[in-house]
């Protein structure tokens, strides 16, 4: 099934898995939601990426939605080569963390003050600790399928990677823990009523992704998105936004606003980094000043703000111009497009594109899909046969089926048209199979 992985991509994995748990650092790149041995790949550029066999293929990955611009793009890289000159990290300030910051707050009102911190995971888990700080309230709420990183207390009902992992929840964390985590249905406000009309008192904050992007993409219905920031803020809890993916993907800033939330914290990660490992919370400076050094929730980082990734960060934000979105908008548009065409011409439906922006969900299923089951009752196994053929064919499609497809700037329709016919053979590849 998975004879397109080259000889070298199989003998590093096998060495790997010698050293490295799994063989991986991330449990989605070992390809355990689509069965064989992962790609390892050598270098990028662009719209494409290539591996140690020599092999060619449409990145539609993106480092899980953070290459933006796509594979080392020059100005970032280039800044990155001149920073790196001058110093690696100084544990102290540098003036290109506020640097970052200014052009950040400039593009999302919410925040008045922000923290860097070096991954999606951290920023969550500091904007809850400090939204507990702040309410003095112990219990969050999040959303089945909704990921916000691996900390403990977010690894319930999570989404993707821990779902294609067969582990709905994690070993090793306390129930304890988890007990201070509700669990309420994406898109259904009737769920997080029933959980404010029962522990409203105690919900420090709502953490939500203003368009699901860790169960496949699943939008909000309209309406949602203002009835959750409602019901929050009539019981004192906080909204907070993680828009780890969606923040200055789907626009230039965050999405939440446009689409009637009110987030009082936002997180941030992936494409503010350009590819380096830099995230950020914020809010409201009341919110925010709860955070040390100026109030009493301690939250710190050896590598936080480190003036490389800064300037990753800043290069990505200057290349982000209203032409490269609306460019990003017609790519994306031709992609859905070409899929949805090659699943019709052989017949190989159900099959469903859920699209917001530069993010694609792919479903083995009829649509609409509006929360977790729903996307868990999609065919995956018709997704993996899909992913392999098309993987042999050149396009790298995410290795599980409930993650998102993400078109970086650095693709146009001419790479689009190009892999039609690759996909074309995956969808028929299908209808052989259940023939
Ligand atoms: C990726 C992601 C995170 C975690 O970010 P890491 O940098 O992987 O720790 C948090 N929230 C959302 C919505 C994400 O997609």
């Known amino acids: 099934m998975n004879r397109g992985v080259g000889p070298r991509s199989r003998a590093l994995f096998r060495r790997a898995s010698r050293t490295l748990v799994g063989g991986v650092d991330s449990p989605v790149r070992s390809f355990a939601a689509v069965g064989g041995s992962p790609v390892f790949f050598a270098r990028g550029r662009g719209a494409y990426l290539v591996d140690e066999d020599g092999r060619r293929y449409l990145d539609l990955v993106g480092s ?38 200014e052009r950040l707050k400039d593009a999302v009102p919410t925040l008045e003050r922000l923290r860097f911190v070096s991954s999606g995971t951290e920023a ?32 319930a009902r999570a989404g993707s990677g821990v779902a294609a992992g067969s582990l709905p929840d994690s070993a090793g964390v306390p129930r304890a823990i988890t007990r201070e985590t509700l669990v309420a249905r994406y898109n259904d406000p009737d769920s ?27 939008p909000p219905l309209p309406g949602f998105l203002a009835a959750l920031s ?16 969606t923040g200055f993907r789907l626009r230039r800033g965050t999405v939440g606003e446009t689409l009637g939330l009110r987030p009082d914290l936002v997180t941030l990660g992936k494409v503010i980094g350009g590819g380096m490992p830099v995230a950020a919370y914020g809010g409201r400076r009341a919110v925010m000043e709860v955070v040390a050094p100026v109030g009493p929730v301690y939250q ?47 017949r190989a439906e159900p099959f469903t594109v859920q699209r917001a922006g530069s993010m694609l969900g792919l479903f083995f299923a009829p649509g609409p899909i509006t929360n977790v089951e729903e996307a868990e009752r999609t065919d995956r196994s018709r997704y993996a046969r899909f992913f392999h053929v098309a993987l042999d064919r050149g396009i790298y499609l995410p290795p599980s089926a409930l993650e998102t497809a993400f078109v970086s700037m650095a693709t146009g329709p001419a790479e689009v048209e190009r ?17």
């Open 64 to 101: 899980w939605g953070a290459n933006l611009l796509g594979n080392a793009p020059r100005s970032v890289v280039g800044a990155v080569r001149r920073t790196a000159s001058r110093g690696l990290s100084f544990g102290a300030p540098s003036a290109l963390e506020h640097e970052l910051g």
């Open 124 to 155: 969550v888990m500091s904007a809850i600790r400090a939204a507990r700080g702040r309410t003095g309230r112990s219990k969050i709420v999040k959303f089945a399928g909704g990921y916000h990183g691996h900390s403990d207390g977010l690894l």
């Open 192 to 218: 997080l009523r029933r959980l404010f009309e029962r522990w409203g008192e105690s919900i420090a904050a709502v953490v939500v992704e203003p368009v699901a992007g860790n169960m496949g993409v699943v």
């Open 230 to 245: 409602d019901l929050a803020h009539r019981s004192g809890a906080l909204v907070i936004a993680d828009e780890v993916i």
């Open 300 to 346: 710190a980082g050896t590598l936080a703000g480190n003036p490389v990734a800064m300037a990753a960060g800043i290069a990505t934000l200057a290349a982000l111009t209203a032409s490269r979105y609306r460019r990003l908008e017609e790519t994306s548009r031709l992609l859905e497009r070409v899929l949805v065409e090659a699943a019709a011409e052989v």
């Open 419 to 435: 892999a039609a016919p690759a996909f074309r053979a995956a969808f028929r590849a299908l209808r052989e199979d259940s023939s």
